[in-house]
């Protein structure tokens, strides 16, 4: 097609690509020192209990402040990341950071982190968990790890050999982004999951469409028949919000409920002083 458009077309078509390929190979040099320049943080999302009405868990969220082009989106440098091998060195420091972040929490709240299918290829995961487990003395309930669909989609006999290790270290396995991939169901058979995350397009379509309101309350009904916690994301709006609780969810997370917050912040609402029973009551900076 790009032949039929003629030179010029071709031309400034070819322009744009080698400038959108540019871009992504400067971004790719400059996370390589991402980590050592100290320009990767973690903010951390409140997730709300609706049983208890308690913050029980944050998930802990990657943040690059690039030196000039600013805040730069984990979906566009986490793929960077995972391309070059990079992953592995980020998501250890993102296991030790978070680890040690939580251990300062109360004791009942616990932290979630995302897990890149690339770090499952490692047969030293679970050992580099139980280690970031024992240097922060956080109990290994306490942590949560996230995982997508995508990590049971390849080898999947090694991958679920890694997730058998570490259920027994103790953590929880999440199952991320539930609803987005293929054949969901069907992982559900292979692994005992603790708890399943529903995408947020789904609780986008709460009030507006019978069909969605269907699905998610049939997916509550089912992590209940299976003793998995069910949690909610981007719950937006306080309609959401008292559907999923009168629904059976029992966890939501989303703007309405906190945006990701500087450490510090969600340490001050989780402190016993704090406001973490309040509704509508985290603080964004
Ligand atoms: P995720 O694990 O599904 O994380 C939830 C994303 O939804 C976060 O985006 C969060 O800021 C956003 N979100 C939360 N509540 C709402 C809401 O009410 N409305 C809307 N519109 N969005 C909401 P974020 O921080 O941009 O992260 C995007 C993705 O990047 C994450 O999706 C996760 O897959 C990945 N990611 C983030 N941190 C890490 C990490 O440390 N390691 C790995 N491997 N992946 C990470
Ligand atoms: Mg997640
Ligand atoms: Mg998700
Ligand atoms: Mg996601």
């Not at 708890?195 to 509550?220: M, N, P, T, W, Y």
């Amino acid at each position: 097609q790009a032949k039929e458009s003629g030179r010029g077309t071709t031309r400034i078509f070819d322009a744009a690509m080698s400038q959108k390929v540019c871009a992504r190979q400067d971004l790719k040099r400059d996370l390589a020192f991402a980590l050592e320049k100290g320009e990767l943080r973690l903010v951390y999302q409140p997730i709300r209990d609706l049983g208890s009405g308690r913050i029980a868990t944050a998930e802990a969220l990657l943040r690059w402040r690039h030196p000039e082009k600013g805040e730069v989106s984990p979906v566009d440098f986490i793929p960077l990341a995972e391309e070059t091998g990079l992953i592995n060195a980020i998501g250890e420091w993102v296991l030790e950071a978070a680890c040690r972040q939580a251990a300062h929490w109360p004791a009942d709240v616990s932290v979630a982190i995302n897990i890149s299918p690339v770090q499952f290829r490692s047969d030293t995961f679970p050992m580099k968990v139980a280690a970031a487990l024992a240097r922060s003395r956080l109990a290994p309930a306490r942590l949560e790890l996230e995982i997508t669909e995508s990590v049971l989609l390849a080898d999947s006999e090694h991958n679920m050999r890694i997730l058998h290790d570490l259920k027994a270290i103790g953590v929880r396995i999440s199952l991320d982004d539930f609803g987005t991939g293929y054949s969901s169901l069907s992982y559900l058979r292979l692994f005992p999951f603790s708890k399943l995350k529903l995408d947020r397009c789904f609780v986008s379509d709460i009030g507006r469409s019978a069909q969605s309101e269907a699905i998610v309350r049939a997916v509550a009904d089912m992590g209940h028949a299976l003793s998995m916690m069910t949690t909610a994301e981007g719950v937006e709006t306080s309609g959401q919000l008292d559907w999923l609780r009168a629904n059976g969810w029992s966890q939501a997370q989303g703007y309405l409920i906190g945006r990701p917050a500087e450490a510090d912040v969600f340490g001050a609402l989780v402190a016993p002083s704090g406001l973490r029973d309040l509704e509508g009551a985290v603080p964004s900076r």
